[in-house]
Nanobody
Framework: QVQLVESGGGLVQAGGSLRLSCAASGSIFSISTMNWSRQPPGKQRELVASITSGGSTNYADSVKGRFTISRDNAKNTVYLQMNSLKPEDTAVYYC??????????????????WGQGTQVTVSS
């Protein structure tokens, strides 16, 4: 029942910047990995960036040097700073968060939740 709320998408000209945010809420015990993926129109979803609880990051080759993923553990939030945007970055962006949550009976279990997606459109 961990829910993710995404924000920050919109329209921007090529070369511009946007920052996406994804806040997790619910019965969260801890969060491990936090990811951003995207799905361009008519194409398959692809992983864009990921960050571990220790702060290690990975990026798709197509966004290296332009995008930066970060997290605020106190706020259970992950960010994606997108600079030097290109038309090919146009897609629906999704956040994905995994970790451990409290369950009924006082137990704990692993979870993985996905945001509903936010549209990013980059014009030429």
């Amino acid at each position: 029942q961990v829910q993710l709320v995404e924000s920050g998408g919109g329209l921007v000209q090529a070369g511009g910047s946007l920052r996406l945010s994804c806040a997790a809420s619910g019965s969260i015990f801890s969060i491990s990995t936090m990811n951003w993926s995207r799905q361009p129109p008519g194409k398959q979803r692809e992983l864009v960036a990921s960050i571990t609880s220790g702060g290690s990051t990975n990026y798709a080759d197509s966004v290296k040097g332009r995008f930066t993923i970060s997290r605020d553990n106190a706020k259970n939030t992950v960010y994606l700073q997108m600079n030097s945007l290109k038309p090919e970055d146009t897609a629906v962006y999704y956040c994905n968060v995994g970790g451990t949550q409290y369950s009924k009976g006082g137990t704990r279990q692993e979870f993985r939740s996905w945001g509903q997606g936010t549209q990013v459109t980059v014009s030429s």
